[in-house]
């Protein structure tokens, strides 16, 4: 009752520690997620799961993974996530009850399991159009793995053995095993805390540096670019000046055409008057055929480089277009007003030459420049890029984050970039574009680079602690062999590897043995004298367990243990069978008259006389109890089974026994029963019908015997 007792308290404890563990699971995977670069992050709450498992056993540790998976849900709204670490805790548990380490178990279920399973869920279930990027989520998920499994097994050395479950049953590993792991923890911790620290910092730095000079590079080009259109709008401001002024007398054709060849960004210009109707145009043979039209065709009064800047009477740069009547390259129309005073005479207008923007795409590197309108189309794009000017571009904004900061979008629902954008003062955008992985890359080989190394620091471990352990373990073995002997065996010259204490532990040991021996060799002697002893007092225990100590004929137990194996195979072999119980005749009396001893006399001659008669191997005798008889005889015919047992009767009655000056004379009855065609009578109903038998003996005047066969 005080044990089961026992066993409930434990039990209650035990989960009492899975809650408690659990919660504290909770806490760290929903408030200590350590973020990492990239919207990446370590999470620690598997810590505590693992050191239930070791601690408390694994129902217990079922119940903190459920707790944890919990709050790691809630923290980072990821099922997969929680999924996985599910997954590895189960495999850990079933490795770890198979005896393999729990840091080797992690390391095959990520090569195995985890690293396919992460692989194959970013493929179906998240939008990630980052190959580097996945690699670094793979291996990340498995350094988070390995760190969470390093940490555990290290606090197991730091846990109060008072936190263990009593009834967790576990095998030591091998002293080996315990090196090599210790030498993998101490090795692996600080190298994937320094390595994820560093690379972060690493990439954190690389980031801002990035970014900084996608500042610079951006805020350049828009002065560039607004320095390209203000140049060419102030230079068709000052022509429209001088043809409101005209001091020079130059035709407007004349100072059209040397503005032209002043600024070879304006692949056209023309004047219209008040009704927006083109009266003028350079260079002379892009104009020649259309000024000889009629004034309706050659009318521009719907295009917004007009009606803008005659409504506004301001200056008008316009979103790219493609020219039409005179040209149908990409352009960029700069107008401005002719007022003189202050009447509308009409404008004068100069389209830009698309491509001429490649005198400011000087950005080096793998940077590319792309320039888009107001309506997302393209005013210039690098070469690399595919661009033509007037393609529509979509530009979306990624949602996942890959960085710190730097922010990336998808161009064309094709390619992904790391960028900067600015907006001009006319509403034209300019992006800086940065090869997305240029930042990852690094990264991830940062993480290639440490896992590398922690394989091949396993397998320098794994080496080093085989070697180290058989430098401890061969001493340990020598001692023990030393110990073990039953002899002394001279002491060897203490080898390199061994150590003081060592040879300290074999010199006490060696004085042990001296004394063990000696106690060895007088224990031996006595247990010798002893055994001997026991053998005789066992032999004669089994005699009396079987024997009839007074006459040393078989007691009732051994008789019927005899007839168990005989009786059987005689019947099998269907050979003649003769039970015969014999009973001396007024046995009473003889007591009564001389006495108990001179009784046992009387039996003693009585068991010696039935011995000397039935003598042959197959005839068994016994002693039932009191002046009971019993015999077994097997073989031969039943006639001269019954000449014995006359024999027996006839001896008996002629016998004298002498007892302290009297003689005693006595006689017996015996009733027998035989087999000897039907041999399907079981023993016991064959003794039956032998004492019926003995009882007709009996009655029919004693001292004669009663035969019957079946």
């Given at each position: 009752?005080?044990?089961?007792?026992?066993?409930?308290?434990?039990?209650?404890?035990?989960?009492?520690?899975?809650?408690?563990?659990?919660?504290?699971?909770?806490?760290?995977?929903?408030?200590?997620?350590?973020?990492?670069?990239?919207?990446?992050?370590?999470?620690?709450?598997?810590?505590?799961?693992?050191?239930?498992?070791?601690?408390?056993?694994?129902?217990?540790?079922?119940?903190?993974?459920?707790?944890?998976?919990?709050?790691?849900?809630?923290?980072?709204?990821?099922?997969?996530?929680?999924?996985?670490?599910?997954?590895?805790?189960?495999?850990?548990?079933?490795?770890?009850?198979?005896?393999?380490?729990?840091?080797?178990?992690?390391?095959?279920?990520?090569?195995?399991?985890?690293?396919?399973?992460?692989?194959?869920?970013?493929?179906?279930?998240?939008?990630?159009?980052?190959?580097?990027?996945?690699?670094?989520?793979?291996?990340?998920?498995?350094?988070?793995?390995?760190?969470?499994?390093?940490?555990?097994?290290?606090?197991?050395?730091?846990?109060?053995?008072?936190?263990?479950?009593?009834?967790?049953?576990?095998?030591?590993?091998?002293?080996?095993?315990?090196?090599?792991?210790?030498?993998?923890?101490?090795?692996?911790?600080?190298?994937?805390?320094?390595?994820?620290?560093?690379?972060?910092?690493?990439?954190?730095?690389?980031?801002?540096?990035?970014?900084?000079?996608?500042?610079?590079?951006?805020?350049?080009?828009?002065?560039?670019?607004?320095?390209?259109?203000?140049?060419?709008?102030?230079?068709?401001?000052?022509?429209?000046?001088?043809?409101?002024?005209?001091?020079?007398?130059?035709?407007?054709?004349?100072?059209?055409?040397?503005?032209?060849?002043?600024?070879?960004?304006?692949?056209?210009?023309?004047?219209?008057?008040?009704?927006?109707?083109?009266?003028?145009?350079?260079?002379?043979?892009?104009?020649?055929?259309?000024?000889?039209?009629?004034?309706?065709?050659?009318?521009?009064?719907?295009?917004?480089?007009?009606?803008?800047?005659?409504?506004?009477?301001?200056?008008?740069?316009?979103?790219?277009?493609?020219?039409?009547?005179?040209?149908?390259?990409?352009?960029?129309?700069?107008?401005?007003?002719?007022?003189?005073?202050?009447?509308?005479?009409?404008?004068?207008?100069?389209?830009?030459?698309?491509?001429?923007?490649?005198?400011?795409?000087?950005?080096?590197?793998?940077?590319?420049?792309?320039?888009?309108?107001?309506?997302?189309?393209?005013i210039y794009g690098s070469h690399?890029?595919?661009?033509?000017?007037?393609?529509?571009?979509?530009?979306?904004?990624?949602?996942?984050?890959?960085?710190?900061?730097?922010?990336?979008?998808?161009?064309?629902?094709?390619?992904?970039?790391?960028?900067?954008?600015?907006?001009?003062?006319?509403?034209?955008?300019?992006?800086?574009?940065?090869?997305?992985?240029?930042?990852?890359?690094?990264?991830?080989?940062?993480?290639?680079?440490?896992?590398?190394?922690?394989?091949?620091?396993?397998?320098?471990?794994?080496?080093?602690?085989?070697?180290?352990?058989?430098?401890?373990?061969?001493?340990?073995?020598?001692?023990?062999?030393?110990?073990?002997?039953?002899?002394?065996?001279?002491?060897?010259?203490?080898?390199?590897?061994?150590?003081?204490?060592?040879?300290?532990?074999?010199?006490?040991?060696?004085?042990?043995?001296?004394?063990?021996?000696?106690?060895?060799?007088?224990?031996?002697?006595?247990?010798?004298?002893?055994?001997?002893?026991?053998?005789?007092?066992?032999?004669?225990?089994?005699?009396?367990?079987?024997?009839?100590?007074?006459?040393?004929?078989?007691?009732?137990?051994?008789?019927?243990?005899?007839?168990?194996?005989?009786?059987?195979?005689?019947?099998?072999?269907?050979?003649?069978?003769?039970?015969?119980?014999?009973?001396?005749?007024?046995?009473?009396?003889?007591?009564?008259?001389?006495?108990?001893?001179?009784?046992?006399?009387?039996?003693?001659?009585?068991?010696?006389?039935?011995?000397?008669?039935?003598q042959r191997d197959s005839d068994?005798?016994?002693?039932?109890?009191?002046?009971?008889?019993?015999?077994?005889?097997?073989?031969?015919?039943?006639?001269?089974?019954?000449?014995?047992?006359?024999?027996?009767?006839?001896?008996?009655?002629?016998?004298?026994?002498?007892?302290?000056?009297?003689?005693?004379?006595f006689t017996i009855s015996i009733?027998?029963?035989?087999?000897?065609?039907?041999?399907?009578?079981?023993?016991?109903?064959?003794?039956?019908?032998?004492?019926?038998?003995?009882?007709?003996?009996?009655?029919?005047?004693?001292?004669?015997?009663?035969?019957?066969?079946?």
């Amino acid at each position: 009752m005080l044990h089961k007792l026992q066993g409930a308290l434990s039990n209650r404890l035990n989960w009492q520690f899975s809650v408690a563990y659990g919660v504290l699971a909770f806490l760290v995977n929903y408030y200590a997620l350590i973020p990492l670069y990239g919207n990446l992050s370590i999470h620690l709450g598997q810590i505590i799961v693992l050191v239930c498992l070791i601690t408390r056993g694994e129902k217990p540790a079922l119940v903190t993974l459920f707790i944890s998976s919990l709050g790691l849900y809630l923290s980072t709204g990821s099922l997969p996530l929680v999924g996985l670490s599910i997954a590895e805790l189960l495999v850990l548990m079933v490795l770890f009850r198979k005896g393999v380490l729990l840091i080797i178990a992690d390391m095959m279920f990520w090569a195995v399991l985890g690293i396919p399973i992460t692989f194959t869920t970013l493929l179906f279930v998240y939008d990630i159009n980052s190959s580097d990027f996945t690699q670094v989520i793979l291996i990340k998920q498995a350094l988070n793995g390995l760190l969470s499994v390093s940490l555990a097994t290290m606090l197991r050395a730091f846990i109060p053995y008072t936190w263990y479950y009593s009834q967790i049953s576990a095998n030591p590993p091998k002293l080996s095993k315990r090196i090599f792991e210790l030498c993998l923890i101490s090795i692996a911790i600080p190298s994937l805390i320094v390595m994820l620290v560093l690379s972060d910092n690493s990439a954190d730095k690389l980031e801002k540096q990035l970014l900084n000079e996608l500042d610079i590079r951006a805020e350049h080009l828009r002065e560039r670019a607004e320095n390209y259109q203000l140049f060419h709008r102030k230079a068709v401001e000052s022509l429209a000046d001088t043809l409101q002024k005209n001091s020079s007398g130059d035709s407007e054709h004349e100072l059209m055409s040397r503005w032209v060849e002043r600024y070879p960004g304006f692949i056209t210009m023309i004047l219209t008057n008040h009704q927006g109707v083109v009266i003028n145009g350079v260079p002379s043979q892009s104009f020649e055929k259309l000024l000889q039209r009629p004034p309706s065709d050659r009318k521009v009064n719907d295009r917004d480089y007009f009606k803008v800047a005659r409504d506004s009477g301001q200056p008008f740069v316009s979103d790219v277009f493609r020219g039409r009547g005179f040209g149908n390259d990409p352009i960029i129309a700069v107008s401005v007003p002719i007022i003189r005073d202050n009447t509308f005479y009409g404008i004068v207008e100069g389209s830009l030459n698309l491509p001429k923007f490649e005198t400011i795409d000087n950005l080096g590197g793998m940077d590319s420049l792309l320039v888009v309108d107001s309506s997302e189309q393209v005013i210039y794009g690098s070469h690399d890029l595919q661009l033509a000017p007037l393609d529509t571009v979509t530009i979306e904004e990624n949602s996942q984050s890959y960085s710190n900061a730097i922010k990336s979008l998808t161009l064309n629902n094709d390619k992904v970039y790391n960028y900067k954008t600015v907006e001009t003062s006319n509403g034209w955008h300019i992006y800086i574009l940065s090869p997305f992985d240029e930042l990852l890359v690094a990264y991830r080989n940062s993480f290639y680079a440490l896992l590398i190394g922690i394989m091949v620091v396993s397998l320098i471990a794994s080496r080093i602690a085989h070697k180290f352990s058989q430098h401890i373990t061969r001493p340990l073995e020598r001692l023990v062999t030393y110990f073990s002997s039953n002899k002394i065996v001279p002491a060897k010259p203490a080898s390199y590897f061994s150590s003081q204490e060592i040879e300290t532990v074999r010199s006490q040991l060696q004085q042990a043995q001296r004394v063990m021996i000696d106690f060895q060799e007088q224990l031996k002697a006595k247990v010798d004298s002893k055994t001997e002893e026991l053998v005789v007092l066992n032999a004669e225990l089994e005699k009396l367990s079987s024997h009839d100590p007074l006459t040393g004929l078989l007691n009732r137990r051994g008789f019927e243990q005899v007839v168990d194996t005989v009786f059987p195979l005689a019947c099998r072999n269907q050979s003649n069978v003769t039970l015969a119980i014999m009973d001396l005749d007024h046995f009473k009396h003889i007591n009564d008259k001389f006495g108990h001893n001179a009784g046992d006399a009387c039996l003693i001659t009585v068991a010696q006389t039935i011995e000397e008669v039935l003598q042959r191997d197959s005839d068994y005798v016994g002693r039932f109890g009191g002046e009971e008889f019993v015999a077994l005889i097997i073989g031969e015919s039943v006639e001269q089974h019954s000449h014995l047992l006359q024999s027996v009767r006839r001896m008996i009655e002629e016998l004298t026994v002498e007892y302290e000056g009297d003689d005693i004379q006595f006689t017996i009855s015996i009733g027998a029963y035989s087999l000897t065609n039907q041999f399907d009578m079981n023993y016991d109903k064959m003794l039956c019908t032998a004492d019926k038998l003995l009882y007709e003996s009996k009655e029919s005047g004693r001292n004669r015997m009663t035969h019957k066969s079946q």
